[in-house]
């Protein structure tokens, strides 16, 4: 069982930034892969960023460049820093974590406004 908090979210002017955290509750240095998916409203959830346990990286191809995925495992906490933030950027934020026997764990997310 692993149960993630996620922080960070908030109201953004665009072209600003927010940094995202994602808190476990146990150790995530065995946790095979770590990630950040998000949901506007009326849309399906989508991957944002992942990080392996080697510090891998994947990111949705409308990242481009703007956000990057970091962990660390003393903390037990993974980041999101979201640069350049675009109005479509507006969604919940969350964390999810997949352990070696393949069983997924949610957070219950963090909500990102990106409006001027």
């Known amino acids: 069982q692993v149960q993630l908090v996620e922080s960070g979210g908030g109201l953004v002017q665009p072209g600003g930034s927010l940094r995202l955290s994602c808190v476990a509750d146990?150790?995530?240095?065995?946790?095979?892969?770590m990630n950040w998916y998000r949901q506007a409203p009326g849309k399906q959830r989508e991957l944002v960023a992942a990080?392996?346990?080697?510090?891998?990286?994947n990111y949705g191809d409308f990242v481009k460049g703007r956000f990057t995925i970091s962990r660390d495992n003393a903390k037990n906490t993974i980041y999101l820093q979201m640069n350049s933030l675009k109005p479509e950027d507006t969604a919940a934020y969350y964390c999810?974590?997949?352990?070696?026997?393949?069983?997924?764990?949610w957070g219950k997310g963090t909500p990102v406004t990106v409006s001027s």
């Open positions: 999810n974590a997949r352990v070696p026997n393949g069983t997924q764990y």
């Open positions: 146990r150790s995530i240095f065995s946790i095979s892969r």
């Open positions: 990080i392996t346990v080697t510090a891998g990286t």
